[in-house]
């Protein structure tokens, strides 16, 4: 998995019970900040420096909250994306503290830092610069976290769709599905058990790496792992770049009814929401290629 760390001082927040955050300090605290049901205080270094307030001089917004206030006044910021989490990530961030971002953290992170202006002109290498090169650099570069983030998205709506996280996604995606198999690598996929000659048991392995020949449906495990909207618009997307056969669609709905639908493989549907399954079932129908008869033989 693909990570970033930003920043290099130790972390100085502490808690005080089960709500206050604080950054340890032996100046006075002038600023709370509550997010949902913690509350946030930072320190003023400069009273007089407006520049080198740490969450100030990075955050527009919080400027602009901040300009209606008085000393020792509390801002409410409840309905920034990501909660305290996502906030605590920004804050660390202003005030240099080491912060790790991954696949698993870095959609919280890009909303919460859009919902504070985060913006280039409010300060160069901002934090929403330094996510965006992440994501264009190394997520969007990876089979694996691009799907982690794909399903990662759904907590962050609208935002990870007006910010075009799950755009960038899909196709990041769908491109690497549709890659010629004669140039995917194995570690591509994560799901799949490693070939013998990975794992040292292939009788014919003389130690030396050699070229393995990867299956066109290679990718069709991993996308089980998304729910049916999510799988619905990679699929959808897939079929649009018109470099995917048929039958291999045909495959990997397969592989997903397999997965998802309890019973598909004997030909019922056995317990569970029945609507729910109605559902999986009338969506991988829709997605089953043109000329779907000659295609429903895939499924039997």
């Known amino acids: 998995m693909k990570f970033m760390k930003l920043g290099s001082k130790p972390d100085q927040f502490q808690t005080d019970g089960d709500t206050i955050r604080y950054v340890a300090t032996e100046l006075a605290t002038d600023l709370v900040i509550t997010v ?4 946030f205080m930072s320190t003023r270094y400069n009273r007089l420096t407006l520049e080198k307030f740490p969450l100030l001089s990075k955050s527009s917004q919080l400027q602009k909250l901040v300009a209606g206030t008085s000393d020792n006044d509390e801002i409410d910021i409840h309905d920034i994306p990501g909660g305290p989490a996502a906030f605590e990530i920004c804050a660390k961030f202003c005030y240099g503290m080491v912060v790790t971002l991954n696949a698993y953290n870095v959609v919280a992170a890009r909303c919460a830092a859009e919902y504070l202006e985060m913006f280039e002109t409010v300060e160069k290498g901002n934090l929403i610069y330094k996510i965006d090169v992440f994501l264009t650099s190394s997520i969007f570069r990876s089979w694996k976290d691009s799907i982690i983030v794909l399903q990662t998205t759904k907590s962050f709506l609208p935002w990870s769709e007006e910010l075009k996280i799950v755009s960038h996604c899909l196709d990041s995606i769908a491109t690497k599905a549709s890659t010629d198999p004669s140039k995917v690598d194995w570690s591509y ?14 009788p014919h392995w003389n130690g030396m790496k050699k070229q393995q020949t990867v299956p066109q449906d290679w990718w069709v495990e991993d996308l089980c792992d998304l729910q049916i909207d999510l799988y619905k618009r990679v699929i959808t997307t897939i079929k649009a770049k018109g470099r995917m056969p048929a039958d291999v669609i045909g495959e990997s709905l397969k592989a997903y009814a397999l997965r998802r639908i309890p019973g598909f493989s004997k030909g019922s549907i056995q317990g569970g929401d029945l609507l729910k399954y109605r559902f999986l079932v009338d969506t991988i129908t829709w997605l089953l290629p043109e000329r779907k008869v000659l295609y429903l033989a895939v499924f039997c």
């Open 36 to 39: 949902g049901m913690s509350s």
């Open 189 to 202: 996929t994560y799901n799949r058990d490693k070939l013998p000659s990975e794992n040292g048991h292939d």
